[in-house]
C-alpha cells in the first residue's frame, strides 16, 4: 500500500474512532427519566421523531416541546401528561444526541403532522433557545411560546410579537444564566408574564433526578407546579 494511502486509512480510522467515543461519551452524560417519568412515558406515543401525548379536544392548541440539552424527552412525560389530559395534546420531540441544537427545526415534522392546528412552543434551558428561534420562523399557527428555565436569544427575538409568552424559572436554579436571562427579557414582549416556583431548581422541570451543578430543590414534586401553572396560562391565555 502507498504511503498516501496508509495516511488517508490512519485519518479515516481516527475520525471514526472520534465520532464513536464522542457519541458514546455524550450518550453517557444524557440524563436519564426517573422510574415514576419512565412509568408515564409508557403511556405517551412513542414514534421516531416524538414521544405524543394525545387529547380528545381538538379546538385546543398543541404543545410542542423542546427538550433541555442532554436530557432524555421522557423526562417530561410527567407534566407533559396532565397538559393533555386537560385538553392539550403534548409532542416532545426526540433531538439528534439529545441536543435540540443539532435540529431546531424538528418542530416542521409535527407542523407537518398537524396542518391545521394552532400550536403552542416551549423549551427546557437550551431548547428554549432552540424554540424560540423556530417560533420567530414559523409565526403561522403560533398561539403562544413559554420558558423553562430559559430565555430567548436574539435569532429567536420575540420583541415585536403579540402572542401570550409565560416565563417560568426556579428560585434555587444554579444552571440558569440568570445575567443572560436578564439581558435577553428585550427580546421577549413587554407583556411578557414572568413567574418564579419558590424552592425550585433547574432540574426540577423535567424528572431526571439532580443536574451538575444546580441548586437543592426545597420542595417536593416541582413537576406538579410546572403543570398546574401552565394549564393555569394557557387557559388563561391562550385558549380564551
Request: glycine share 8%; charged share 20%.
Amino acid at each position: 500500500m502507498k504511503k498516501w494511502k496508509k495516511i488517508l486509512l490512519i485519518l479515516f480510522i481516527g475520525i471514526i474512532i472520534a465520532i464513536v467515543g464522542g457519541v458514546t461519551y455524550l450518550k453517557s452524560q444524557t440524563y436519564a427519566p426517573t422510574k415514576d417519568a419512565q412509568q408515564v412515558t409508557q403511556q405517551a406515543t412513542a414514534e421516531s421523531n416524538w414521544l405524543y401525548f394525545p387529547s380528545e379536544d381538538k379546538d385546543k392548541p398543541m404543545i410542542i416541546f423542546y427538550p433541555g440539552a442532554l436530557v432524555d424527552p421522557g423526562s417530561y412525560s410527567p407534566w407533559a401528561q396532565q397538559l393533555a389530559k386537560v385538553g392539550y395534546p403534548v409532542y416532545i420531540l426526540n433531538m439528534p444526541l439529545d441536543l435540540a441544537v443539532l435540529a431546531p427545526d424538528k418542530g416542521e415534522k409535527v407542523l407537518s403532522d398537524q396542518p391545521k392546528r394552532d400550536y403552542v412552543i416551549g423549551g427546557h434551558s437550551l431548547g428554549g433557545v432552540m424554540a424560540s428561534r423556530f417560533a420567530k420562523n414559523h409565526p403561522e399557527q403560533l398561539a403562544g411560546v413559554f420558558f423553562l428555565a430559559s430565555y430567548p436569544d436574539e435569532k429567536g427575538s420575540l420583541a415585536n410579537q403579540s402572542i401570550p409568552v409565560l416565563s417560568l424559572t426556579g428560585e434555587n436554579d444554579h444552571v440558569l444564566n440568570h445575567d443572560a436571562f436578564q439581558k435577553a427579557k428585550k427580546e421577549l414582549p413587554k407583556a411578557t408574564e414572568y413567574q418564579e416556583i419558590a424552592g425550585g431548581n433547574h432540574a426540577g422541570f423535567g424528572a431526571y433526578g439532580a443536574q451538575k451543578g444546580d441548586g437543592k430543590a426545597e420542595i417536593k414534586d416541582q413537576n406538579e407546579q410546572v403543570a398546574q401553572r401552565l394549564i393555569a396560562w394557557l387557559n388563561e391565555q391562550v385558549a380564551r
